[in-house]
């Protein structure tokens, strides 16, 4: 697929120039040291093809891009029943805000704003300790990119700790509803580690490729979920992904998407590939600009909107 390796060099040299990078998550004290120069994008196609540019294997902190493999595995233990007690609408709000929850007795709007996915943590703590919680994510994580060197990073998972003051009034407040069934402290600390999983772009487009392929991991042809919960966990994406961004990146990009505030970006190309772009620097959503900015003249360039004749 020569087209596709072009398009990507040429993607990856216009971002390396570019001087408008966003800024980078300093409220996370580790975030705040990474380089805002780094750029990286990977594309996994169902073909099997792995093509790569920039940065594409150095790792960084996956932050809220956990939560499509934290949903698809809660999904797994609990089918649709997760769903009485996390909505599906987009929440036009901040991912931390703690405004919703008071109208909406406790039940957070989706799963991939901060509420709903420690909402998620809750649900995969289910007869586990936070330990065996976390290790199962980070397992099926490593399974799915097929590859056992990806980490937990400690000391972003001790920083998240240490400054998530919102993040524990939003976990006290849905307890207080019976929307959390373990000690808020525990849910917590399942979500703080999933969220300082540490992969490469190159890893993180391997991680996706089940959504790409309806379900299947295309290597194997396995079964991971059934086609039409890979075309659900799409949809949330593509409406709730990008959190109050996510209209806007539906209308420039046209992909599912998941966006961290480590500045990852995971998109999946239905049918086609699975894409994974890394730029630290974040814009006024906490999505990263030039990550979004470089979907964008992919999509473009390759016809991949999924809104395209």
Same mark, same amino acid.
């Given at each position: 697929?020569?087209?596709?390796?072009?398009?990507?060099?040429?993607?990856?040299?216009?971002?390396?120039?570019?001087?408008?990078?966003?800024?980078?998550?300093?409220?996370?004290?580790?975030?705040?040291?990474?380089?805002?120069?780094?750029?990286?994008?990977?594309?996994?196609?169902?073909?099997?093809?792995?093509?790569?540019?920039?940065?594409?294997?150095?790792?960084?902190?996956?932050?809220?891009?956990?939560?499509?493999?934290?949903?698809?595995?809660?999904?797994?233990?609990?089918?649709?029943?997760?769903?009485?007690?996390?909505?599906?609408?987009?929440?036009?709000?901040?991912?931390?805000?703690?405004?919703?929850?008071?109208?909406?007795?406790?039940?957070?709007?989706?799963?991939?704003?901060?509420?709903? $996915? =420690?909402?998620? &943590?809750?649900?995969? +703590? @289910?007869?586990?300790?936070?330990?065996? #919680?976390? !290790?199962?994510?980070?397992?099926?994580?490593?399974?799915?990119?097929?590859?056992?060197?990806?980490?937990?990073?400690?000391?972003?998972?001790?920083?998240?700790?240490?400054?998530?003051?919102?993040?524990?009034?939003?976990?006290?407040?849905?307890?207080?509803?019976?929307?959390?069934?373990?000690?808020?402290?525990?849910?917590?600390?399942?979500?703080?580690?999933?969220? $300082? =999983?540490?992969? &490469?772009?190159?890893? +993180? @487009?391997?991680?996706?490729?089940?959504? #790409?392929? !309806?379900?299947?991991?295309?290597?194997?042809?396995?079964?991971?979920?059934?086609?039409?919960?890979?075309?659900?966990?799409?949809?949330?994406?593509?409406?709730?992904?990008?959190?109050?961004?996510?209209?806007?990146?539906?209308?420039?990009?046209?992909?599912?998407?998941?966006?961290?505030?480590?500045?990852?970006?995971?998109?999946?190309?239905?049918?086609?590939?699975?894409?994974?772009?890394? &730029?630290?620097?974040?814009? @006024?959503?906490?999505?990263?600009?030039?990550?979004?900015?470089?979907?964008?003249?992919?999509?473009?360039?390759?016809?991949?909107?999924?809104?395209?004749?």
């Amino acid at each position: 697929m020569p087209e596709l390796e072009q398009a990507l060099g040429e993607v990856a040299t216009e971002m390396a120039e570019r001087t408008d990078r966003g800024d980078v998550a300093s409220y996370i004290p580790q975030l705040g040291k990474v380089d805002p120069k780094k750029f990286g994008i990977a594309a996994v196609t169902n073909d099997g093809r792995v093509l790569v540019a920039g940065d594409a294997d150095e790792p960084f902190s996956i932050q809220s891009i956990s939560k499509v493999f934290t949903l698809t595995l809660a999904l797994g233990n609990v089918g649709d029943a997760l769903w009485q007690r996390v909505g599906r609408e987009p929440s036009g709000n901040p991912f931390n805000s703690i405004v919703q929850l008071e109208h909406e007795n406790g039940i957070p709007r989706n799963p991939f704003i901060n509420a709903g $996915a =420690i909402v998620v &943590s809750d649900i995969l +703590l @289910a007869g586990h300790q936070p330990r065996e #919680a976390i !290790g199962e994510i980070l397992r099926f994580i490593q399974f799915l990119a097929d590859d056992e060197t990806i980490i937990i990073d400690r000391e972003v998972a001790a920083s998240e700790r240490a400054t998530g003051f919102r993040n524990f009034a939003l976990a006290n407040y849905m307890k207080s509803f019976g929307n959390l069934h373990h000690a808020p402290e525990l849910a917590l600390g399942v979500y703080f580690h999933h969220c $300082a =999983i540490a992969m &490469s772009c190159r890893q +993180l @487009a391997m991680a996706g490729r089940f959504l #790409a392929n !309806g379900g299947k991991n295309p290597a194997t042809g396995h079964s991971v979920v059934s086609a039409e919960r890979a075309r659900r966990i799409g949809a949330m994406m593509l409406t709730c992904g990008h959190y109050d961004g996510s209209g806007d990146f539906a209308f420039r990009v046209g992909i599912p998407g998941k966006s961290g505030v480590g500045g990852g970006i995971l998109g999946i190309v239905p049918g086609v590939a699975s894409l994974a772009v890394w &730029s630290p620097g974040l814009n @006024a959503n906490g999505n990263s600009k030039l990550g979004s900015i470089a979907l964008e003249r992919l999509a473009k360039i390759m016809n991949w909107s999924i809104f395209a004749p």
